[in-house]
């Protein structure tokens, strides 16, 4: 089963105002500043199905298992800045497994 969720369906272009306000308040030359934008708008535009994914491989590395993890995840996929809709641990797991 495939979900079809999404954290944010931003266009990955920086805001002019926005990069003008990095490049104001960090020092950073316009350029660097757009790249930063674009780094923060891809990184909330990544899937749910992705974030789930991604994370529970880290977390997996890093010694951790299942009943810890899917708590986690799901914590942390409801705090994103473009929530995701609640999941059961029962589809966080399909995500990862199928």
């Known amino acids: ?4 969720l999404r954290i ?5 272009m920086s805001d002019p105002e926005v990069v003008r306000h990095v490049t104001t308040s960090t ?5 660097d500043a757009a790249r930063v934008v ?8 990544e899937p749910a199905e992705d974030f789930v994914r991604r994370r529970h491989a880290q977390l997996k590395e890093q010694g951790m298992r ?3 993890i899917f708590p986690l995840v799901s914590t942390e996929l ?3 800045l ?3 809709p609640p999941l059961s641990e029962r589809q966080l ?3 990862v497994y199928g």
Do not use: E, K
């Open 1 to 4: 089963m495939r979900f079809a």
């Open 8 to 12: 944010c369906t931003l266009a990955v």
């Open 27 to 31: 020092g950073l030359s316009p350029r």
């Open 38 to 45: 674009d780094d923060v708008l891809a990184f909330y535009a």
């Open 66 to 68: 299942n009943p810890d």
């Open 78 to 80: 409801s705090a994103r």
């Open 82 to 84: 473009v929530s995701a």
């Open 93 to 95: 797991r399909r995500i």
